[in-house]
């Protein structure tokens, strides 16, 4: 009898020009909210400097690369996508500071639990020491900004080495890749 009194109850809700909608109490109380994106405060930074990590700055003919990591030390998750913002600072008193153009390569959506770390690679053109001081560029210190912040880490290059100057090219050899890749 309950049921039929239900279906009464309700065919006059619709009847009426209402829907109604329930939803189990355990589903209400399972649901998560999505990740919301990480900031430059969830996150710690810093090259990537084991083993095969490090890129090959003595040698002359090729590309090379340099990997740097996010840790999320936050106890939320969340996530990470796009290119990361990076500017190289010269140790010579020519060189300034060069804004790395970005590859051509697409982004996808990496979401970090607490303790999670994700990378992202820099393609560098490295040249020899006999370069002219004018063509190369002698990498001191790197500012990396996560996507979609403005606050940076300021990171001290490890790896010595110079790198052809290409800060004015339309593709230069030296670039950034986005976050995963």
């Given amino acids: 009898m309950n049921n039929k009194l239900a279906a009464v109850a309700l065919a006059a809700v619709v009847a009426g020009g209402y829907a109604v909608t329930t939803v189990p109490a355990s ?19 810093g090259f990537a400097t084991g083993g095969d990590a490090a890129p090959e700055m003595g040698q002359t ?7 740097i990591w996010f840790t999320n030390k936050n106890s939320r998750t969340c996530t990470l996508s796009g290119f990361p913002g990076v500017d190289m600072v010269g140790a010579q008193s020519t060189d300034g500071t060069w804004s790395l153009a970005r590859s051509a390569k697409r982004p996808v959506k990496i979401t970090l639990e607490k303790g999670d ?21 002698v990498p001191k210190t790197f500012l990396v900004t996560p996507p979609n912040e403005t606050t940076h880490f300021t990171l001290t290059w490890p790896f010595g080495g110079q790198i ?9 050899g030296t670039y950034v890749n986005p976050i995963g890749f």
């Fill in 27 to 45: 589903a209400a109380t399972t649901a998560k909210a999505a990740p919301t994106r990480c900031h430059t405060a969830d996150l710690k930074a």
């Fill in 117 to 137: 770390t994700v990378d992202f690679s820099i393609n560098l053109l490295p040249v020899a020491k006999s370069t002219p001081k004018k063509e190369k560029f």
């Fill in 61 to 67: 003919t090729k590309q090379t690369q340099a990997f």
């Fill in 164 to 172: 052809l100057k290409q800060d004015g090219a339309t593709h230069p």
